[in-house]
């Protein structure tokens, strides 16, 4: 039965049988085996298709509620039961945001697997608005973001601060300025995260808080990942809002450069997010390693 409802659990977040046989390492037909003998032992469809989709069926989506709950408590049975051994064992599931996964949380991972090797860590990649979503559907434990929403049900923990600036190509006709005005932005072409992506969410409203709307700015594209932004940027004569640490390695190669603005200045912090009211020796001690590895004090 916990391995139907594994099957059943995976279908149920991919809702695609192929996606869902080649993650459990299983075959398709032997998907469809598992998720017809659930539905002949409590006499119901979990599943309908919709042309070639497949959507829950009311059953299916309170079954979906109670499995997150069995493989939660699962998942804190095995860390729990893994203190009385040498050493710790379970599945931690992170999201981080792009900025975060691709240039400040690999070392943490690193540093953590040095320390619990038997922890294993999956790690989800997504904009701020994807896994806040995650995390409120039981998908992670744990997130880290770029932005803070006002969604009640997170509790929202102040990590890393970060400062987002002005960059463009060394090539670019401006480079050689000091600084330009708040004026200047309306006349520049840029390139801009998704919608949904916390950055874009920081940057609307620190230009809001300097009396320029950010409808007011010249959009050439919107890309959703910071290195097609930097690769596009350098092979352009746009700007972007960017995160200093994305940007790290381009400054000290010369390939990008800073602008700065008159007046404005754009910071923020990381958060580490979970669920209001929700907390698990697993996350704890990650936590407490991400505290440790920067040298906070959370």
């Known amino acids: ?59 299916g989506e309170i079954l979906l509620k109670h499995t997150k709950n069995i493989f939660e408590i699962y998942r804190e049975i095995d860390f729990d039961m893994s203190s009385f051994i040498s050493e710790r064992q379970g599945l931690l599931r992170l999201g981080t945001s792009t900025t975060i996964s691709q240039y400040i949380i690999s070392p ?13 860590v999956n790690l989800l990649n997504g904009n701020t608005e994807q896994i806040e979503n995650a995390l409120i559907n039981k998908e992670i434990e744990i997130g880290i973001v770029e932005g803070q929403s006002k969604n009640q ?27 330009i005005s708040l004026d200047d932005l309306k006349s520049l072409q ?29 959009i050439e594209m919107q890309l959703g990942s910071t290195e097609s932004i930097k690769s596009y940027l350098l092979n352009s004569d746009c700007y972007a809002f960017m995160s200093i640490h994305a940007v790290d390695k381009e400054l000290k190669n010369n390939e990008l450069i800073v602008l700065d603005v008159e007046n ?14 929700k907390s698990d020796p697993l996350s704890e001690l990650f936590i407490q390693n991400i505290s440790a590895y920067y040298n906070l004090k959370l």
């Open 108 to 120: 943490v991972l690193a540093r953590f697997h040095q320390k619990q090797k038997e922890i294993k």
């Open 264 to 277: 404005l200045s754009i910071e923020r912090y990381f958060y580490i997010i979970t669920l209001l009211g």
């Open 190 to 218: 840029f390139i801009t995260r998704e919608r949904g992506s916390g950055t874009l969410e920081v940057i609307e409203y620190a230009l809001k808080q300097v009396g320029v709307k950010f409808s007011d700015l010249q």
């Open 153 to 179: 049900s997170i509790k929202y923990l102040q990590f890393l601060k970060d400062e987002l600036v002005l960059v463009c190509s060394s090539k670019n006709p401006l480079a050689k300025q000091n600084e």
């Open 1 to 59: 039965m916990d391995f139907r409802l594994k099957v059943f659990y995976t279908v149920a977040l991919r809702l695609n049988f192929t996606k869902a046989a080649t993650e459990l390492y299983i075959t398709q037909p032997a998907v469809s085996k598992h998720i017809q003998e659930l539905e002949e032992t409590y006499k119901t469809k979990l599943f309908e298709r919709n042309g070639s989709k497949i959507v829950l069926t009311p059953a």
